[in-house]
C-alpha cells in the first residue's frame, strides 16, 4: 500500500475531464464531421497500470493487455487537448511497449521490436525576453523524461543522449514566467533552443533563500541568495549594505555594528568573497562598519554553506559570491541614489549588431558624503567605537584612568570610501559570450582625539594625543569566455586577478602639567605636539596580498539525467606583512604559493526526485611536494505535494581544505578604531593547510505558492585550523625600546594549529501575500574551539558566535505605491564579553596580576545581555515621466535598545573592576532617495 501511496502523491494532474466547447461536445460540431474529444494528461512517476486505468475510464476507449506485460513500468507524460490516441502513445512512451488496433477498434498492447534506439541531442540558451541577457542557473527541465539540467553562468546548456523524437522543455527561473515548449529530436543530430523567458512580477519578500525555483526546487538547496532589491534596502548606518543584507539569510551572522561575515559558526576567514568569481580580500568599508560594494552595481549575492559542492573551491566554510547587474530593466539606464552615508550612481546600456550579436555594459559608483554631511548615527557609532579603554590607558601613562578623572576635548573622525565597477557581456553570436569586469575600492577611516586625564592624588594633569588611521585598497578584476561545443559540451575560459594592500597606524602622546585646564594653553601645547604624534609609540602595519587565476571549465552532458562539470585552475599568490605594536615588537613575513587545481562534479538521475552529485577536487602543492584531495557528495530528492505544491531535500558533506589562510592582530591602542588588523598568508613549506569535514541537511516544504518552510541543519568537524600564537609571540618577542626595525619571522613562530566542531539549525517561514508578506527565521548556532595554551587548554565558544537568533519580517503593501515595513532581531547568549586585547594581551601582562571579579581566562564567563533591534521603514515609489523615484524613511533601533557589544573594564578604590559598555548605536534616522529611469 505505502508504495502505492506515494505513486499517487507524485501524481501532479491527472485526467481532467473533456474541454470545453465544440471539441468536447459532438453534438455542436459543424459540417457533420465531430473533432475528436480532448484531454489533458499530467504524470510523474505514476504505475503504468494506474495511467492505463484512468485511460480508460476518462476517455472511454478499450484497451487490451496483460498484467505482466505492464508489471514495474513508470509512466511520465505531459500532454494538453490531446485525443485519446495521442495520450495513449504518450503514456507508452519509454516503456517499451507498443500498440495495434484491432478491427473492433480495440487497444491491444505488445511488446515493441528490440532494437537500439536512435539518440540525439538538445543545446541551446536561455535569455531574459525583455533585454535579451543571459540567465545563469535557470531550469531547464524534459517533462516527459524526467530529467534535465540548469544554464551555467552564460545562460547556456546542453543535455545529450536524448531519444529521437518529440520532447517536452519546461523552462523556469525565479522572478520570471515559465515556458513550455516543444523540440523534435532527430537522430544522430543536435537540435539547438533558444529560450526567451518573460519577467513576471512576484510578491515576495525581496530576502530570497535558497529560492522557490518552480522546477527541481533541491538544485537550489545549499545556498542562499539576496537579490538587487534587497541589497538596496537601508541598514544599521542608514545605507544600504551588502553584508548586513547577506547576514540576514538563515545559517549566517553579522557581529552588528561590525559588517564582518559568518558562515554556520565558522570565522571570517574561513570563507571567500568573490565578485564574478574574483576574490575580494576584506570586503568591507567604514572601518569594516559597512560593505565594500556598490549596491547598485549587483544583481544578486549567493551565498554556498556547508556541504558546498566540489566547483565552488577550496574554503573551510562557503563562499560569498556576488555578480554585476548587467540586466537592468532600462536602456539606456541611469539611476542615482542618495543616503546620509553615501552617493551612488548606475549606467548601463545595451546594443545589438547583425548575425545576433549583441552587448551589455554597466558602470557604478558609490563614494562617501562625509565631507558634505556628517550623519550623526554614523558619527556616534565611531566616536563610541573610539572611546579610551581605562584599562590600556592606565598602563600607558602610568597613572590611574577613570571614567571619571578623564575629560574629552576633542574627537575628529574621517571617513573616505568609494568603489568603482565596470562590467561588459558580449554576445558574439547566441552561443559565444565574453564577459569582463574590473573593480576598485578604496577606503580612509582615521580619528583624531585630545583628553585629560586629571590626577586626583594631587599629582600633574596628563594631555593625552591620540591618532588613529587606517587605509587600504581593492583591485579585482576578469575576462571570460564561454562556448557551446556542440550538443553536449559548455566551455568556459578565465582570467582573474586581484590585489589588496592595506596600511595601519597608531600613536599616541602624553604631556604632563598643572595648567592644562587652560583652554589656551591646552591648544598652544596640542597645536606643537600633534605634529610629532607619528614619531611616538605605537603600532604599525602594512599589507599586501596579489593574486591571479587561469582556469579552464568544461560542462558536458552524457544524458539528460548525467552531467560533469570539470575544471583545471592554476593559482598564483603573493604576500608581505609586516606588524608591531607596543606589545609585539615590529615582524614581518613573505610568501608566494602556486598551486594547481582539478575539480570534477558529477550529476546522476538515480530516478524520478532523486539525484546524486559525486565531486572531487585535486589540488598539487609544488612547494609541500603533496596533492590534497577534497571528496564530496550530495543526494537530492523531489516530488510534488498535494496538488501545487513541493518537497525538496538535500544531504550532502565532505572534506574542506584552505589554502590561503587570513588572520587577525588584535589592536592594542587605547583608542582603536578598528579592532584588528588583518593579514594573509599561502600554505607552503612550513604552513600546512587546515582542514574541516562538513555534514548538512535542508528541507523545504512549500505546500502551495504562497507559503514556503525551509529547515537546515549542519555539523563541522575541524581537525585543523590555523591562529595566531598570542601567548608565544609575547613571550618571545615582546615590544622594546626603542623600537627596532621588523625582523622576518618563520610561520611557526607566531602561528599555531587549532580544534574545533560546530554544529547548528535553521528555520525560515514565508508567507507570499497579496499585500501582507511575513517571513520569520530562526538560527542555533553552537561552535567552540581549543586554543593550545590559552584558557586551560579547554574547548570555549568562538567570540562571534550567536547561540539563538530570531528575526521577524513583516511587509505590508497597503497600495502599488506605499510599502511599509518592520524588522524586529533578537539575539541571545554571547560571550566573550570584553574587549578583544583582554583576552589577546592583558592576560599575559605581568603589570596586572589580576581582572577579579572577571575572568578574561575563562570568556564564557563573560557573557553578554541580549539584543533587540527594531527597525520600521516607510517606502514611496511613483513612475512618471523622469522615472521612477523611490523615498525611503526608516526609523532605526525605533526602540532604543541600549544593546552592549562589548565592555571595557575600569579600576575601583577597593582593587577590583567594574564594566563600561560599549553600546551598539540607539535610535536614529535613515533616509534615501533613488531615482531610476
Not at 529530436?185 to 530570497?208: D, F, K, S, T
Not at 546594443?351 to 558624503?369: E, F, N, P, Q
Not at 590600556?392 to 597613572?399: F, R
Not at 575572568?855 to 512618471?880: E, I, K, W
Request: with cysteine; proline share 8%.
Amino acid at each position: 500500500m505505502l508504495p502505492r501511496f506515494l505513486a499517487l502523491l507524485g501524481l501532479w494532474g491527472l485526467l481532467a475531464g473533456p474541454a470545453a466547447g465544440p471539441a468536447a461536445h459532438p453534438a455542436l460540431a459543424q459540417e457533420h464531421t465531430p473533432a475528436p474529444p480532448t484531454y489533458t494528461l499530467l504524470l510523474r512517476g505514476v504505475p503504468l497500470s494506474e495511467a492505463l486505468d484512468h485511460l480508460v475510464r476518462t476517455t472511454r476507449i478499450d484497451l487490451v493487455y496483460t498484467t505482466d506485460l505492464i508489471a514495474g513500468k513508470v509512466v511520465y507524460c505531459t500532454r494538453r487537448q490531446a485525443p485519446a490516441e495521442e495520450l495513449l502513445r504518450c503514456v507508452l512512451h519509454g516503456t517499451g511497449l507498443d500498440y495495434v488496433r484491432s478491427s473492433s477498434g480495440a487497444y491491444v498492447l505488445l511488446r515493441t521490436l528490440e532494437q537500439p534506439p536512435l539518440r540525439g541531442a538538445l543545446a541551446g540558451s536561455v535569455i531574459d525576453g525583455e533585454t535579451g541577457e543571459p540567465l545563469p542557473y535557470a531550469n531547464v527541465l524534459l517533462a516527459d523524461a524526467a530529467a534535465g539540467t540548469t544554464t551555467n553562468e552564460a545562460g547556456l546548456f546542453s543535455i545529450a543522449n536524448l531519444l529521437s523524437g518529440p520532447h517536452r522543455v519546461v523552462v523556469s527561473y525565479l522572478g520570471y514566467g515559465t515556458a513550455v515548449d516543444s523540440v523534435w529530436i532527430e537522430p544522430g543530430q543536435a537540435q539547438r533552443l533558444r529560450v526567451a523567458l518573460r519577467p513576471q512580477h512576484i510578491v515576495i519578500e525581496p530576502l530570497v533563500v535558497d529560492g522557490l525555483a518552480q522546477q527541481v526546487p533541491s538544485g537550489r538547496l545549499g545556498r542562499g541568495e539576496v537579490d538587487g532589491e534587497a541589497l538596496r534596502r537601508p541598514r544599521l548606518a542608514g545605507t544600504p549594505d551588502v553584508a548586513l543584507s547577506a547576514g540576514r539569510l538563515p545559517g549566517l551572522s553579522v557581529q552588528q555594528p561590525l559588517a564582518d561575515l559568518h558562515i554556520q559558526g565558522s570565522g571570517t576567514g574561513e570563507h571567500l568573497t568573490l565578485l564574478d568569481g574574483t576574490p575580494v580580500r576584506n570586503p568591507v568599508s567604514l572601518g569594516r562598519h559597512l560593505g565594500a560594494f556598490s549596491p547598485l552595481a549587483l544583481r544578486r549575492i549567493t551565498v554556498h554553506k556547508a556541504g558546498f559542492d566540489a566547483a565552488r573551491g577550496s574554503h573551510l566554510a562557503g563562499v560569498i559570491h556576488a555578480s554585476h547587474d548587467l540586466d537592468g530593466p532600462h536602456t539606456p539606464g541611469l539611476a542615482l541614489s542618495l543616503d546620509p552615508v553615501s552617493l551612488n550612481g548606475r549606467v548601463q546600456h545595451r546594443w545589438s549588431w547583425r548575425d545576433g550579436g549583441r552587448a551589455a555594459i554597466l558602470a557604478a559608483l558609490r563614494t562617501s558624503v562625509w565631507e558634505v554631511y556628517r550623519d550623526p548615527g554614523v558619527q556616534t557609532l565611531l566616536e563610541s567605537w573610539n572611546t579610551l579603554d581605562p584599562v590600556v590607558g592606565s598602563l600607558w601613562l602610568g597613572d590611574p584612568v577613570s571614567q571619571h578623572s578623564l575629560t574629552l576635548y576633542r574627537q575628529t573622525p574621517r571617513v573616505a570610501f568609494s568603489d568603482a565597477h565596470l562590467a561588459l557581456r558580449l554576445h558574439l553570436d547566441p552561443f559565444r559570450i565574453l564577459t569582463a569586469s574590473a573593480y576598485r575600492g578604496r577606503n580612509h577611516l582615521a580619528a583624531e582625539q585630545t583628553a585629560l586625564n586629571a590626577d586626583d592624588a594631587g599629582g600633574e594633569d596628563q594631555l593625552i594625543l591620540t591618532d588613529d588611521a587606517y587605509d587600504w585598497l581593492n583591485w579585482a578584476g576578469h575576462v571570460g569566455f564561454s562556448r557551446l561545443l556542440g550538443p553536449r559540451s559548455i566551455v568556459t575560459l578565465t582570467v582573474r586577478g586581484s590585489r589588496h594592500t592595506s596600511q595601519y597606524a597608531y600613536h599616541a602622546l602624553r604631556h604632563a602639567g598643572d595648567d592644562l585646564d587652560d583652554p589656551a594653553r591646552r591648544r598652544a601645547i596640542e597645536a606643537a605636539l600633534r605634529p610629532t604624534l607619528g614619531t611616538a609609540p605605537g603600532a604599525r602595519e602594512h599589507n599586501a596580498i596579489s593574486e591571479g587565476a587561469l582556469e579552464a571549465t568544461l560542462n558536458h552532458s552524457r544524458s539528460p539525467r548525467h552531467h560533469l562539470d570539470t575544471g583545471l585552475r592554476l593559482d598564483f599568490a603573493a604576500s608581505a606583512f609586516e606588524l608591531g605594536n607596543v606589545f609585539v615588537a615590529p615582524f614581518s613575513y613573505e610568501a608566494t604559493s602556486l598551486h594547481l587545481a582539478w575539480y570534477g562534479q558529477g550529476t546522476i538521475g538515480l530516478g524520478e526526485g532523486t539525484v546524486l552529485e559525486p565531486g572531487l577536487r585535486l589540488t598539487w602543492v609544488p612547494t609541500r611536494r603533496s596533492v590534497y584531495a577534497e571528496p564530496r557528495l550530495a543526494l537530492r530528492y523531489d516530488r510534488p505535494w498535494r496538488a501545487e505544491g513541493s518537497l525538496a531535500l538535500r544531504i550532502s558533506g565532505g572534506l574542506y581544505r584552505q589554502f590561503i589562510n587570513q588572520f587577525e592582530l588584535s589592536s592594542v591602542g587605547a583608542t582603536a578604531i578598528v579592532p584588528s588588523v588583518r593579514f594573509w598568508l599561502p600554505v607552503d613549506r612550513a604552513l600546512a593547510p587546515p582542514r574541516a569535514l562538513h555534514l548538512a541537511t535542508e528541507a523545504r516544504l512549500a505546500p502551495g505558492p504562497r507559503w514556503a518552510l525551509t529547515l537546515e541543519a549542519y555539523a563541522k568537524s575541524q581537525p585543523r585550523l590555523l591562529g595566531l600564537d598570542y601567548p608565544t609571540l609575547l613571550q618571545t618577542h615582546p615590544a622594546r625600546r626603542p623600537t627596532p626595525p621588523a625582523v622576518p619571522l618563520p610561520p611557526d613562530a607566531f602561528i599555531h594549529a587549532l580544534r574545533g566542531r560546530a554544529y547548528g539549525a535553521g528555520l525560515r517561514l514565508h508567507h507570499a501575500g497579496p499585500r501582507l508578506t511575513p517571513t520569520l527565521t530562526y538560527s542555533f548556532s553552537h561552535a567552540v574551539r581549543r586554543y593550545p595554551g590559552r584558557f586551560h587548554d579547554q574547548y570555549r565558544m568562538v567570540p562571534w558566535n550567536e547561540p539563538h537568533r530570531l528575526t521577524l519580517d513583516v511587509d505590508l503593501h497597503p497600495t502599488r505605491m506605499l510599502t511599509l515595513t518592520a524588522t524586529w532581531t533578537g539575539i541571545w547568549g554571547r560571550r566573550w564579553g570584553l574587549r578583544q586585547m583582554y583576552y589577546d594581551y592583558l592576560l599575559y601582562s605581568d603589570r596586572i596580576t589580576s581582572f577579579a571579579p572577571f575572568q578574561p581566562d575563562d570568556p564564557d564567563r563573560q557573557p553578554l545581555p541580549a539584543a533587540h533591534h527594531l527597525d520600521l521603514g516607510v517606502t514611496f515609489a511613483q513612475t512618471g515621466r523622469l522615472g521612477t523615484v523611490q523615498v525611503r524613511t526608516f526609523v532605526m533601533n525605533a526602540l532604543d535598545y541600549a544593546n552592549v557589544f562589548d565592555r571595557s573594564l575600569e579600576p575601583t578604590d577597593d582593587g577590583t573592576f567594574r564594566a563600561i559598555d560599549r553600546l551598539m548605536p540607539g535610535r536614529h534616522l535613515a533616509f534615501s532617495i533613488r531615482l531610476e529611469r
